[in-house]
């Protein structure tokens, strides 16, 4: 399994060196209990505007759309987390397992270093019509979380739309090893991501 693991680990890193990828933005949902969000997520409303298009093949129009920031949510990261290069998958997920009672989904936003991404669809065991990324539990630049859904644009985009700003020093690693603790501008909290319902 651990040869397995790195020779997929080592095809994706040749594959996206060659395409001068260096670093990536990625989205993942998780379900949450309510209590859990109203008491620490310090939820913030923010107007987004972003270019959109159903499809990559078609015309990209501006839209403006209200999103709701949770700065203050406090999460610890697996070891290995799936995510998607399509925000639209996280934003419209409706988890799998089991999921907390009384919970809504809370989509994180995560910018990442080619070094953290495992496996991603042009190679690996992942599932190719949601563009899958598989993230290491290792540094990431930064990272914000969003209720219900997170602004289809990358922290490259559209930096300002951002509570945990992508740079090297947001994600230092804590005592456990394998969750990480990020700093906010606006909240000091514990991150990452864990959860069964989750993409």
């Not at 987004?48 to 920031?69: G, I, L």
């Not at 809504?104 to 991404?117: G, H, K």
Request: aromatic share 8%; glycine share 8%.
């Amino acid at each position: 399994m651990q040869a397995y693991v790195r020779g997929t680990w080592e095809a994706s890193q040749y594959v996206m060196r060659k395409a001068d990828i260096n670093e990536f933005t990625t989205w993942r949902a998780i379900f949450l209990s309510k209590a859990e969000i109203e008491n620490d997520g310090k939820a913030i409303k923010k107007t987004v505007e972003y270019e959109w298009s159903p499809s990559r093949y078609e015309r990209k129009e501006k839209k403006e759309e209200e999103f709701t920031a949770l700065p203050g949510i406090r999460l610890k990261r697996n070891g290995a987390a799936s995510t998607s290069s399509l925000p639209s998958v996280c934003n419209s997920w409706g988890g799998v397992g089991n999921k907390p009672e009384n919970s809504q989904r809370v989509v994180l936003r995560i910018r990442s270093p080619r070094t953290a991404c495992v496996s991603a669809p042009c190679f690996g065991q992942n599932l190719h019509n949601e563009e899958e990324i598989v993230l290491a539990g290792t540094t990431w630049r930064g990272w914000d979380a969003w209720l219900d859904k997170a602004p289809p644009v990358g922290f490259d985009q559209q930096p300002e739309t951002s509570y945990v700003k992508p740079t090297q020093e947001s994600v230092e690693p804590d005592q456990g090893g394998l969750a990480s603790r990020a700093r906010s501008p606006t909240a000091s909290a514990e991150r990452g991501s864990s959860s069964t319902a989750s993409r």
